[in-house]
């Protein structure tokens, strides 16, 4: 069982950075590997970004690619997620989430496939 906890999310203007942060709770967060997904109201949600459970595997959607960051620190039991360059379509809760890997370096994008979720962090972006 792996609990996460997202960080408090917060307002920021356009063009500003936001550093998420996800604690799990549990020994085994290193065999897990770990995603960002996000939600908008009446929306489907959708991924964001993945991270294997080394860290040496990242991957990312379009529309945040080259402005997100995810990255861990398996020693804290953390994910992260930074984001700079920020929009108002950025707007939404986010999530992160675990899908158990085993020490294998793939990554898994769909919402159906992850293992555990935190409860959201609302980001809200002025313009």
């Known amino acids: 069982q792996v609990q996460l906890v997202e960080s408090v999310g917060g307002l920021v203007q356009a063009g500003g950075s936001l550093r998420l942060s996800c604690a799990a709770a549990?020994?085994?967060?290193?065999?897990?590997?770990m995603d960002w997904f996000r939600q908008a109201p009446g929306k489907e949600r959708e991924f964001v970004a993945a991270?294997?459970?080394?860290?040496?595997?990242?991957f990312y959607t379009d529309s945040v690619k080259g402005r997100f960051t995810i990255s861990r620190d398996n020693a804290k039991n953390t994910v992260y997620l930074q984001m700079n360059s920020l929009k108002p379509e950025d707007t939404t809760v986010y999530y992160c989430a675990a899908s158990w890997s085993s020490y294998n370096t793939y990554l898994l994008t769909g919402v159906g496939t992850m293992d555990y979720w935190g409860k959201g962090t609302l980001v809200t972006v002025s313009s």
């Open positions: 991270i294997s459970w080394s860290g040496e595997n990242t």
């Open positions: 549990g020994r085994t967060f290193r065999t897990y590997a």
